[in-house]
């Protein structure tokens, strides 16, 4: 990336922060500076997971918080998924609000009956009575050279479970705000930290305690000729695409959908009826992902305002390969940008 595009990807993610005097930080920092402002502000959160205590976990986005909080409310669990997604569910039916981690998403599965069949269904099945307000953290995605099963963006997965948000960051302040905004929610939330840019980029975030909204896209960027949407990681590619189209003379508008389940299809739906052209980019695989679920609402919602086939820039219907080949897997800013191209070229 050259020094100009850095320029204005950096620019787009500070578009909510006005604070120049306020330290810039990385994603795992917000994370931490998160967990910890809502530690202080209610004793009934607690943090758990695996080496998440003493050693701050193994992206250290846990670090220091033990000695803060006491071993009592930041927790040391066995390596048994099964059983932080169990006690988590119990502690949150209980009145307290745990936010457990999950080392690795390649890790989750074996957490997915006590996600799926209890969590998800907690509200339904006491008619009200009890609620789960729990959060499942999770470093997911690839991009640095991990080994098998810590590789994957398998989202999709849980945003096609009814009563559970799937909300996904793109940078230190969206991290910092919506992991806040997660702790408080009064249901499950499934919160995906893109480990590939865990410290790839810093950028100012006030530690001010203040929530961004769930279930609510962000525009970082305006543009006229087309939309680009994504989330996660994909998001710095897409707003690097979106400045190498501008040099061309192509206005590329970039949402950051950050909540992947439920969507904010009101703001996509906007943003195309202004476009009239939609890349939707996602490095996870491309069938039944949900970069499809956004192409087929737009069609069923959209297809007047559309001068052109939605198109996707996805990852492959493959595991995701060891890291010889992974960046041959990872959507690059040259596909999304010849994508966008191949897009004008309908009039």
Same mark, same amino acid.
């Given at each position: 990336?050259?020094?100009?595009?850095?320029?204005?990807?950096?620019?787009?993610?500070?578009?909510?922060?006005?604070?120049?005097?306020?330290?810039?930080?990385?994603?795992?920092?917000?994370?931490?500076?998160?967990?910890?402002?809502?530690?202080?502000?209610?004793?009934?959160?607690?943090?758990?997971?695996?080496?998440?205590?003493?050693?701050?976990?193994?992206?250290?986005?846990?670090?220091?918080?033990?000695?803060?909080?006491?071993?009592?409310?930041?927790?040391?669990?066995?390596?048994?998924?099964?059983?932080?997604?169990?006690?988590?569910?119990?502690?949150?039916?209980?009145?307290?609000?745990?936010?457990?981690?999950?080392?690795?998403?390649?890790?989750?599965?074996?957490?997915?009956?006590?996600?799926?069949?209890?969590?998800?269904?907690?509200?339904?099945?006491?008619?009200g009575r009890l609620s789960c307000p729990l959060v499942i953290r999770a470093p997911f995605?690839?991009?640095?050279?991990?080994?098998?099963?810590?590789?994957?963006?398998?989202?999709? @997965?849980? !945003?096609? #479970?009814?009563?559970?948000?799937? =909300? &996904?960051?793109?940078? %230190?302040? /969206?991290? *910092?705000?919506? @992991?806040? !905004?997660? #702790?408080?929610?009064?249901?499950? =939330? &499934?919160?995906?930290? %893109?480990? /590939?840019? *865990?410290?790839?980029?810093?950028?100012?975030?006030?530690?001010?305690?203040?929530a961004l909204p769930l279930d609510t896209c962000f525009t970082l960027r305006e543009g006229?000729?087309?939309?680009?949407?994504?989330?996660?990681?994909?998001?710095?590619?897409?707003?690097?695409?979106?400045?190498?189209?501008?040099?061309?003379?192509?206005?590329?508008?970039?949402?950051?959908?950050?909540?992947?389940?439920?969507?904010?299809?009101?703001?996509?739906?906007?943003?195309?009826?202004?476009?009239?052209?939609?890349?939707?980019?996602?490095?996870?695989?491309?069938?039944?992902?949900?970069?499809?679920?956004?192409?087929?609402?737009?069609?069923?919602?959209?297809?007047?305002?559309?001068?052109?086939?939605?198109?996707?820039?996805?990852?492959?219907?493959?595991?995701?390969?060891?890291?010889?080949?992974?960046?041959?897997?990872?959507?690059?800013?040259?596909?999304?940008?010849?994508?966008?191209?191949?897009?004008?070229?309908?009039?």
């Open positions: 990336m050259n020094d100009a595009v850095k320029d204005a990807v950096i620019s787009s993610l500070n578009k909510q922060s006005s604070v120049d005097s306020v330290k810039s930080v990385t994603l795992v920092e917000a994370v931490n500076m998160a967990l910890a402002s809502e530690m202080r502000r209610d004793a009934d959160v607690v943090i758990l997971g695996e080496d998440i205590a003493v050693n701050g976990g193994v992206f250290r986005t846990t670090a220091n918080l033990q000695k803060e909080f006491g071993n009592k409310r930041v927790l040391d669990t066995p390596l048994a998924e099964t059983l932080i997604a169990g006690i988590t569910v119990g502690m949150a039916s209980q009145g307290l609000k745990p936010v457990a981690e999950i080392q690795f998403m390649g890790f989750i599965y074996a957490a997915m009956e006590q996600i799926i069949s209890h969590a998800s269904r907690l509200r339904n099945r006491t008619r995605g690839g991009g640095i050279h991990a080994p098998e099963h810590h590789c994957e963006s398998t989202e999709a @997965l849980f !945003a096609h #479970i009814p009563g559970i948000r799937v =909300v &996904i960051p793109s940078s %230190p302040l /969206r991290a *910092y705000g919506l @992991l806040l !905004a997660a #702790i408080r929610n009064p249901d499950p =939330v &499934i919160f995906l930290e %893109p480990k /590939r840019i *865990y410290r790839a980029v810093s950028q100012p975030v006030p530690d001010n305690g203040e006229s000729d087309m939309t680009l949407i994504s989330w996660g990681a994909m998001i710095h590619e897409t707003l690097e695409a979106a400045t190498r189209l501008a040099e061309a003379n192509i206005s590329a508008e970039v949402i950051d959908v950050a909540t992947i389940s439920p969507l904010d299809m009101d703001t996509i739906c906007a943003s195309v009826a202004k476009t009239g052209r939609c890349v939707i980019v996602h490095e996870a695989a491309r069938s039944n992902g949900v970069g499809g679920e956004i192409a087929a609402c737009l069609a069923e919602q959209s297809l007047f305002d559309l001068k052109a086939p939605v198109v996707r820039v996805t990852g492959y219907d493959t595991i995701m390969p060891y890291f010889r080949n992974e960046q041959h897997y990872l959507p690059s800013t040259a596909m999304i940008v010849e994508a966008a191209q191949k897009l004008m070229s309908y009039q």
